[in-house]
């Protein structure tokens, strides 16, 4: 693209305006007198890989679990897609939406776990499929067409008919995947997905994740302590320490440029257990 018009593209892209799929604006929360997260503004784009790394007990899974509504915000407001998470509008005030508001919106994120939570009595398929038919009424036919799918794309098209018993934590892991994407999220949580896992396994996971995010439709929040992975998919890297996003910029800044002490530190400290 001429130089011209590459410049004209971008001032017409800030006049337009990009509307973030995530936006907390000003969140803090608390567990009794302990404040995790503190006044925290995040935007994420459409399809934007975002790796969330910092110290254990910095606040990435409670950030994380806001978004997926299993905790609720101390105060501040997260939109998704533009429209409010927690709150909705009643005579020009914020109020707390109600049960049936946040089950809609649930809808667009998806959350992959430490621990894989899938339904021990339920085979491989039905594990996948269950979410669709009883929480977006889903057809039948239509969720085992899309689960099918989404086990193929996982790798996992053998084992329909298996129980999560008969699979390896990696495997295990493979269906949650599969599970949150036959939902069509528009955003993807992953929080430590693979630090459960023998270390055998841990590639087959991040290889699909990395896929995923390589088809690039929907955005990613990548809680991590994996951090070549990272660095490798990443379009942006946000490190919290103390309740606060200390530093943030794409990967090879923050891998190669870190600014802050604290983050310096992190990763110094990150690279001598690595060592090991
Ligand atoms: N439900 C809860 N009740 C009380 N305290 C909580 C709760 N959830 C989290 N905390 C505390 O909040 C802090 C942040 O926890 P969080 O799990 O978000 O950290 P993290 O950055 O994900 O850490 P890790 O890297 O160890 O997973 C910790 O001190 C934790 O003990
Ligand atoms: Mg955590």
């Known amino acids: 693209?001429?130089?011209?018009?590459?410049?004209?593209?971008?001032?017409?892209?800030?006049?337009?305006?990009?509307?973030?799929?995530?936006?907390?604006?000003n969140i803090s929360k608390s567990f009794g007198d302990l404040e995790v997260l503190s006044d925290i503004n995040l935007d994420i784009a459409p399809r934007e890989k975002v790796a969330i790394i910092g110290p254990s007990g910095s606040g990435k899974t409670t950030l994380g679990r806001l978004l997926m509504t299993l905790e609720e915000p101390t105060s501040g407001t997260i939109e998704v897609d533009g429209e409010l998470l927690w709150h909705r509008k009643a005579k020009g005030k914020l109020v707390r939406a109600n049960e049936h508001h946040l089950h809609r919106m649930r809808g667009n994120i998806g959350m992959i776990f430490q621990h894989f939570n899938l339904f021990p009595h339920m085979s491989i398929l039905r594990n996948v499929i269950e979410a669709p038919i009883r929480v977006q009424d889903m057809e039948r036919e239509e969720a085992i067409?899309?689960?099918?799918?989404?086990?193929?794309?996982?790798?996992?098209?053998?084992?329909?008919?298996?129980?999560?018993?008969?699979?390896?934590?990696?495997?295990?892991?493979?269906?949650?995947?599969?599970?949150?994407?036959?939902?069509?999220?528009?955003?993807?949580?992953?929080?430590?997905?693979?630090?459960?896992?023998?270390?055998?396994?841990?590639?087959?996971?991040?290889?699909?994740?990395?896929?995923?995010?390589?088809?690039?439709?929907?955005?990613?929040m990548l809680i991590t302590h994996e951090m070549d992975f990272a660095r490798e998919i990443a379009d942006r890297v946000?490190?919290?320490?103390?309740?606060?996003?200390?530093?943030?910029?794409p990967p090879s800044e923050i891998f190669g440029n870190p600014q802050s002490e604290r983050l310096q530190s992190f990763l110094t400290r990150f690279r001598s257990q690595e060592g090991n």
């Open 1 to 25: 693209m001429p130089d011209t018009l590459e410049k004209e593209v971008q001032v017409n892209k800030k006049k337009v305006g990009i509307q973030p799929i995530v936006r907390y604006r």
């Open 238 to 249: 946000i490190f919290g320490d103390g309740g606060y996003i200390v530093e943030q910029g």
């Open 145 to 220: 067409e899309r689960g099918m799918l989404m086990l193929d794309k996982v790798g996992l098209a053998e084992k329909l008919d298996v129980y999560p018993a008969q699979l390896s934590g990696g495997q295990k892991q493979r269906v949650a995947i599969a599970r949150a994407l036959v939902m069509r999220p528009k955003v993807m949580i992953f929080d430590e997905v693979t630090s459960a896992l023998d270390p055998e396994l841990v590639g087959e996971v991040l290889e699909v994740i990395k896929e995923i995010a390589e088809e690039g439709e929907m955005a990613m």
